[in-house]
C-alpha cells in the first residue's frame, strides 16, 4: 500500500471510530438525535430541523407568557396568523447556521437566545404587568437596584443556577456537535439566507396591512399576548423614537404652530410675575383608588382625605400610559405634555432622546415668569437617570433621598413618602419668587409581600368573599395600608399649604395602578391604566371636574394661569379647544401631536424656528451643599470629618479612594481606621451624585 493511501485509509478509520464512539457513549447519545442533520447531504433532516424546532420554540415562549401550558395552545388556536408569524422569525434566525460548519452548534446558541428571552419575559411578568422590551436592556442597573426589594435568597439563587444550566447546556451541545463534513458553500447559503428573511418580512408586511399583526402597542401586555413575544420584543428593537410623518414639512409645522409665541415674542410675561401662585405637583407611587376593586371589602375608608378631596376639588380620571411599572413615562407625559404613544414600544424616553437633548417642559415654560423649579425624589437619584434627565427639563435643584434625613421606611425598605412634607415645605421657603415644586413618592412601590408575617401597621383590614388566594390577600392588605399611610401624607400637605397662607396650586395623581394582576373587569369604575387626580388652589383659580389624558394636565395648569408659552402648551389649549368645539376630530389632533412632537425631538426644530431655545440648567443636587469645615485625626487613627449637611448616605474619599464610614449627625463622620501621612486629600461624595471640593490635610505624627 502507498504511503498516501495508508494515511487515506488511516484517516477513515479514524473519522470512524470517532463516529462510532459519538453514537455510542453516554454523552453522545444526546448529539445523536442531531447528527444526521449536521452533514450537506442531508437535506430532509436540516429541513425537518429548521421547521420543526421553532414551532416547539414559539409554543414554549408563548406558554411561559401566558404562565401556563394552556396559555400556549390559546395563542396557536386565537391567534394563527401570529404564530406563524412568530415561527418564521425563528426559522428564519436558524438559516444564518448555514454559513457556520457546526451547524447544530450555531442553532442551539440561537434557539438558547430565544429561550432567554421568554424566560425573561416570563420573570418580568410574573412581578410586574409590563413585558420585556428593547428597553429593560438601557434599565439593567435600575433593574438590580429594585430586584433587592422583590427576590429573596432562594430566588437570585434559583435565577442564577437557572443562568448557568443554560450556559452549561449550550456549551456541552456546542462542544459535542461535530462539523460537517464540507465547508459552507456560500453560494447557496446566502440565497437561502435572503429569500428566508424576505419571506418573514413579507409575512410581517402582509399581517400589518391586514389587520392581522398589531403595530401600534398601546396595552403592551395584551399587544403581547395577541401578536407574540418575539414579534413584539424584535418590534421594540426597531421602533424607537418617533417615526416621521409622511406629511412632515415647514407648512404642515407652520399650519400646527400659528398660535405659538416663542419666548423672546411675548411681552406680557412679565406683568404677571407677582400675581402667579406656587406650582406644587405630586406624583405619587403605584396610588389609585382601591375603593374601585368590586371584590373586596374594607374595615374602614383606606382613602379618607382623597375622597374628600375628589368630592370638594377638581378632579376625576386621569389616564396613565403605563401599569404596574414606568413610573417615568407617567411624569415625561405630565412634564412634557407629550404622548408616549408615539415613541417606541415599551420606550423610556428619559432613558434615550431626554437623556441626551434639552426638551420643552413645564419647568422651562414657567421660567419666563419668576419661577424656580424644584424636583423632589424619596428615593435614589440616579434611579432612571434622573440626575442627567432633570437639567435637560429645567429644574435647578433636585433633592434626592441621598440629600434628606428619613426616619421611616416600609418593611420592603422604601422610604416612606411622610418625609416629602417638610421637603416640600423647604423648597417653598428657600426663594422670595415663585416655585415650581415636582415631587416623586415611593411609598407604594413593589413589591408586595405574601408572607402574613411581615410586621406593619394594619391600619385598615381587608376581606372578601370571593377571593381565596390567602399570599395575594396578604399582598393586598399591604399594599392597601401602604395607600393608608400615603393617603395621610396627602391631608398632611394640603393642611401644609393651607396653612402657608401662600397662593398656591397643589395637583396629586397617581403614577399608575399596581402590578396585582388586575384586570378591567375587577374594577367597579375605568380601567387598570386609570388612577385618580385632584387639584387644590387658594389662589381662586377655576377647574373643572374632568377625566383627563396625564399629557393634557400641564396644558390645563398653564392655561388657567394664562401661561401661552411653549410649543406644546399651545398646542394643546388651542387644538384642545378645537377638539372640544368638534372643530377637529382625536385622530387629527394626536396626529398633529405627533408631528409636532417629531420636530421637537427628532427633526428640523422648525417650530423655534431651527434651533432649540431650550438648554440644560446647571441643576444643583439638594437644597443644601454639603461641606467640610474641619477635619481630625487621633492617635488611634480614626479620622473625623465634621461640615454640614451629611446624611446617611455621605461617604468619605481619602485621596480619591472610598472608606467605610460612620454617619453620626448631619455635621460629623467618622472612619474608624485610617492610615494617613503626609499631605491628605479629603472629600465627602453623596453617592454618585456630588462631591464636594478637596479638603487638604496633614495629620500630625503619634
Request: aromatic share 14%.
Amino acid at each position: 500500500m502507498k504511503k498516501t493511501d495508508k494515511k487515506q485509509h488511516f484517516k477513515k478509520q479514524k473519522s470512524g471510530f470517532l463516529h462510532k464512539r459519538t453514537h455510542t457513549s453516554h454523552a453522545g447519545k444526546l448529539t445523536a438525535l442531531f447528527y444526521k442533520y449536521q452533514n450537506e447531504s442531508a437535506s430532509d433532516g436540516y429541513l425537518l430541523c429548521y421547521l420543526v424546532l421553532p414551532l416547539v420554540l414559539v409554543f414554549l415562549i408563548e406558554c411561559m407568557a401566558y404562565h401556563s401550558l394552556i396559555g400556549g395552545f390559546q395563542f396557536i388556536i386565537f391567534h394563527p396568523y401570529s404564530y406563524l408569524v412568530n415561527v418564521m422569525i425563528v426559522a428564519a434566525s436558524f438559516t444564518f447556521a448555514l454559513i457556520f460548519r457546526k451547524r447544530i452548534g450555531v442553532i442551539i446558541l440561537i434557539s438558547l437566545f430565544w429561550l432567554a428571552g421568554g424566560i425573561v419575559n416570563f420573570v418580568l411578568l410574573f412581578y410586574r404587568v409590563t413585558p420585556f422590551t428593547n428597553s429593560d436592556l438601557l434599565l439593567i442597573k435600575d433593574g438590580v437596584d429594585v430586584a433587592a426589594k422583590y427576590l429573596n435568597t432562594a430566588q437570585y439563587i434559583g435565577i442564577a443556577i437557572l443562568v448557568i444550566a443554560i450556559l452549561i447546556l449550550f456549551v456541552f451541545f456546542f462542544v459535542k456537535t461535530s462539523k460537517a463534513e464540507h465547508k459552507p458553500k456560500y453560494i447557496h447559503s446566502i440565497p437561502i439566507i435572503l429569500g428566508s428573511l424576505l419571506l418573514t418580512w413579507g409575512g410581517i408586511l402582509l399581517g400589518q396591512s391586514t389587520g392581522l399583526l398589531e403595530t401600534a402597542f398601546r396595552e403592551l401586555s395584551q399587544s403581547y399576548l395577541k401578536n407574540g413575544f418575539i414579534y413584539c420584543f424584535g418590534a421594540s428593537l426597531l421602533n424607537t423614537g418617533i417615526s416621521k410623518p409622511s406629511d412632515y414639512s415647514e407648512e404642515m409645522m407652520e399650519q400646527l404652530t400659528e398660535n405659538y409665541e416663542t419666548q423672546e415674542e411675548s411681552e406680557e410675561g412679565v406683568t404677571y410675575y407677582s400675581h402667579k401662585p406656587n406650582v406644587v405637583i405630586v406624583q405619587l407611587e403605584t396610588f389609585f383608588n382601591v375603593n374601585r376593586l368590586k371584590d373586596i371589602k374594607f374595615s374602614s375608608n383606606p382613602l379618607p382625605n382623597l375622597t374628600r378631596m375628589m368630592e370638594e376639588y377638581p378632579s376625576g380620571a386621569f389616564s396613565m400610559p403605563v401599569v404596574g411599572a414606568g413610573t417615568v413615562n407617567s411624569e415625561f407625559e405630565v412634564l412634557t405634555g407629550m404622548n408616549i404613544d408615539d415613541f417606541g414600544i415599551g420606550e423610556y424616553p428619559y432613558k434615550t432622546i431626554v437623556k441626551e437633548t434639552a426638551c420643552e417642559s413645564l419647568a422651562y415654560d414657567l421660567k419666563p415668569y419668576g419661577y424656580q423649579a424644584f424636583a423632589i425624589h424619596n428615593n435614589t437619584g440616579d434611579f432612571y437617570d434622573r440626575n442627567l434627565v432633570y437639567p435637560n427639563l429645567g429644574f435647578d435643584t433636585f433633592t434626592s433621598v441621598e440629600y434628606m434625613w428619613p426616619d421611616n421606611y416600609t418593611p420592603m425598605d422604601w422610604v416612606k413618602d411622610s418625609v416629602l412634607t417638610d421637603e416640600i415645605a423647604t423648597a417653598l421657603d428657600s426663594t422670595n419668587s415663585q416655585d415650581f415644586v415636582f415631587t416623586v413618592s415611593v411609598q407604594g412601590h413593589g413589591s408586595y409581600p405574601t408572607d402574613s408575617s411581615v410586621k406593619y401597621t394594619h391600619h385598615v383590614t381587608i376581606s372578601s368573599d370571593t377571593i381565596t388566594d390567602e399570599e395575594y390577600l396578604n399582598q393586598l392588605s399591604y399594599y392597601v395600608n401602604q395607600l393608608y399611610e400615603m393617603d395621610q401624607f396627602i391631608g398632611d400637605l394640603v393642611d401644609m399649604l393651607r396653612n402657608r397662607h401662600e397662593p398656591t396650586i397643589l395637583v396629586m395623581y397617581g403614577d399608575h395602578c399596581p402590578s396585582l394582576d388586575l384586570t378591567d373587569d375587577m374594577l367597579s369604575s375605568g380601567t387598570i391604566y386609570d388612577t385618580e387626580y385632584f387639584i387644590w388652589n387658594n389662589a381662586g383659580l377655576k377647574f373643572n371636574w374632568q377625566d383627563m389624558q396625564a399629557y393634557e394636565m400641564g396644558s390645563t395648569l398653564l392655561s388657567a394661569l394664562e401661561i401661552p408659552d411653549g410649543a406644546i402648551n399651545a398646542y394643546h389649549q388651542n387644538s384642545g379647544r378645537q377638539l372640544k368645539d368638534g372643530e377637529i376630530t382625536e385622530e387629527e389632533y394626536l396626529s398633529g401631536l405627533k408631528e409636532l412632537e417629531y420636530d421637537i425631538l427628532y427633526g428640523d426644530k422648525i417650530t423655534y424656528g431651527g434651533e432649540t431655545p431650550y438648554t440644560p440648567t446647571d441643576m444643583q443636587m439638594g437644597f443644601f451643599p454639603v461641606t467640610i469645615s474641619n477635619v481630625s485625626y487621633t492617635k488611634d487613627h480614626v479620622l473625623i470629618v465634621r461640615g454640614e449637611n451629611f446624611t446617611r448616605y455621605s461617604q468619605i474619599h481619602i485621596n480619591g479612594s472610598s472608606y467605610d464610614t460612620l454617619y453620626l449627625d448631619p455635621n460629623t463622620l467618622v472612619v474608624a481606621s485610617a492610615d494617613l501621612s503626609g499631605r491628605t486629600e479629603i472629600t465627602v461624595s453623596q453617592s454618585t451624585l456630588s462631591e464636594t471640593d478637596k479638603y487638604v490635610f496633614y495629620p500630625k505624627a503619634g
